[in-house]
């Protein structure tokens, strides 16, 4: 049988804050398309750090959680629209805790009674993402299938977030939280148990730990992230739509995963960086020949990498020494 | 202390348990010996809910099991080893054994990491004890057979049971690998209550204080080692093995 090495979570300490400066210095250094683009790929960036917390460190198969990703979304928008509310500081966590609360409730429905399958929990969160864009597509309080848009920019106290650098700072901002709690809960102790939980969940509960507890925990932190990643992205696009929910979009920051590389801290920002940014480019090189040329390369990488493209970061790295610890490395040096 | 009383179980029309009690008293090593598909791994697993019993009690000092979830039971002192070894292989064995010794801390706390290093000089010592020094920092996949089965009766002690269920931890094995996991059985005893299934009659016999040999899902004897190998029935059942 093949002996994998311990995983690492991919990238030392120091690589925060210079990631977090390189980016924000990008603000002053790309022009106002680029800049969105970005800004897209950022808020993206941190739906997939959702998705790599449940599935990539717990074993939670999500293709859901653009359904948390939604429900952030659709609160900020109504917050917004119909009681005028902008303040980000209140909107932001509005939309956080909203994305929890649909994960909270799902996850106690999958994961409270009994052990279930990865690709159970596939199912349900793909069908609960199915209903949900039908439901919102014909539920004319939300603006059914046009949703609701003219979401005014939100303010933190009286400074007005608006289009091009400060949305950009606030989706930096949320991106570099997310990442953050990450790396602080696949860094601590907890972050083991949701990796035995990953590995061997009955193994896990042999050793005393409350299984569904663990899976329910998670599940909510994951869709707290991507509500909070909704919220922000209904601020940047002004406008929330079935669409946001849909599965095509958790299927996406699934993508995002599997090419990056699951469990590992770097994958879904290696892999929002290459479909958003890289692929953005091919778009633009290639207007018609571009969704051939994306999914070629993502049959390629799946194929050839299975441990995605944090996989070849993996390897460089043990090239330049031996590596043996679990990646508990990432803030406990 | 283990007590089991009139404990069965059926899988459809096999009986692989039937009236099984069986007391192991504290700081005892119990041996439960019998053919293949005698129901020995049934009863261990039946112990840990891993399988449900049908009819019967269960109670570990004192404190009753039967109606327990896996973790409830874990918590009520039982620890098991598996007869092939389940450690998280992609782990270094460091940190298998962080996952067992940590695992009566709080979720909350486990997020905030607080008794990691209080867990260290343990995890250390446990190491060291169990001949994995050397390898602790390694994946633990890439240990031998052997190792792998030290770090997982590492594990199972390491979440400080009452009662230690250990399933063939002797299997594949070398002689001197054997005898060297008889020494620290025997050392772990002096901590809680051993119930070991194993093939190897020669070795069970010399490491326990108490044998039970099941034979068809029921319990033909329990005894000392020298009553068993003297009990007309066991010989019958084993014929010319004891």
């Known amino acids: 049988m093949l002996i994998r090495r311990p995983r690492t979570t991919g990238v030392p300490f120091w690589a925060f804050p210079l990631g977090t400066l390189v980016v924000l210095l990008l603000a002053t250094a790309v022009g106002e398309y680029q800049l969105s683009v970005l800004t897209r790929a950022l808020i993206l960036g941190l739906l997939a750090l959702s998705v790599n917390l449940a599935w ?278 | 202390m283990l007590e089991l009383r009139g404990v069965s179980k059926t899988f459809g029309p096999l009986k692989a348990l039937d009236d099984v009690s069986l007391q192991v008293s504290d700081n005892v090593v119990a041996g439960l010996i019998g053919p293949n598909g005698s129901g020995k791994s049934t009863l261990l697993h039946t112990i840990v809910a891993r399988v449900q019993a049908d009819s019967g009690q269960m109670s570990v000092d004192g404190t009753d099991i039967t109606t327990m979830s896996v973790p409830q039971r874990v918590r009520a002192g039982l620890s098991i080893k598996f007869q092939l070894p389940r450690i998280y292989r992609e782990l270094t064995p460091r940190d298998n054994l962080l996952l067992a010794a940590q695992r009566a801390e709080s979720l909350g706390s486990l997020m905030l990491s607080r008794s990691r290093q209080r867990l260290q000089l343990q995890i250390d010592e446990t190491l060291e004890r169990f001949r994995l020094a050397d390898v602790g920092s390694r994946a633990a996949g890439a240990l031998s057979h052997g190792q792998q089965q030290w770090l997982e009766i590492a594990m199972a002690m390491s979440v400080s049971p009452k009662v230690l269920l250990l399933d063939e931890p002797t299997g594949g094995m070398s002689p001197e690998e054997r005898a060297w996991t008889g020494e620290i059985i025997h050392e772990l005893s002096s901590r809680c209550s051993v119930l070991i299934v194993e093939h190897d009659l020669d070795w069970i016999r010399r490491l326990c204080d108490q044998i039970t040999v099941l034979h068809q899902g029921r319990v033909v004897l329990t005894g000392t080692p020298a009553e068993i190998e003297r009990d007309e029935n066991v010989k019958e059942v084993y014929r010319a093995r004891v």
Not at chain 1, 127 to 150: E, H, K, M, P
Request: with cysteine; hydrophobic share 55%.
């Open chain 1, 56 to 333: 990539g460190y717990t074993g939670i198969f999500t293709i859901g959680n653009a359904v948390f990703f939604g429900a952030g979304a659709y609160t900020v928008a109504l917050l917004n629209t119909r009681h005028g509310l902008s303040q980000l500081v209140v909107l932001l966590p509005l939309a956080l805790a909203a994305g929890a609360a649909v994960a909270l409730v799902l996850g106690l429905f999958l994961f409270g009674r009994r052990r279930v399958s990865e690709m159970y929990v596939a199912l349900v969160t793909l069908a609960i993402g199915y209903v949900a864009t039908l439901a919102f597509n014909g539920w004319s309080a939300v603006g059914a299938a046009n949703g609701i848009s003219d979401i005014a920019y939100g303010v933190i106290g009286s400074f007005q977030v608006g289009g091009g650098r400060p949305i950009y700072l606030l989706a930096v901002l949320v991106f570099v939280l997310g990442l953050f709690i990450t790396a602080w809960l696949a860094g601590s102790q907890f972050g083991l148990v949701m990796k035995a939980v990953r590995d061997d969940e009955e193994r896990a509960e042999f050793l005393g730990y409350p299984r569904a507890r663990v899976q329910v925990l998670v599940f909510t932190f994951s869709g707290a992230m991507a509500g909070l990643a909704g919220g922000t992205f209904a601020m940047e696009e002004g406008f929330a739509a079935p669409t946001t929910m849909s599965v095509s979009m958790s299927i996406m920051a699934l993508l995002y995963v599997i090419l990056g590389g699951r469990g590992t801290l770097i994958g879904p920002i290696l892999g929002v960086a290459l479909l958003e940014v890289a692929g953005r480019a091919v778009q633009d090189r290639f207007p018609t020949q571009w969704p051939i040329i994306i999914s070629a390369l993502l049959v390629l990488c799946v194929l050839v990498l299975p441990r995605g493209l944090a996989g070849i970061v993996g390897r460089l790295r043990r090239r330049t020494g031996p590596r043996d610890s679990s990646g508990l490395e990432v803030f406990h040096a």
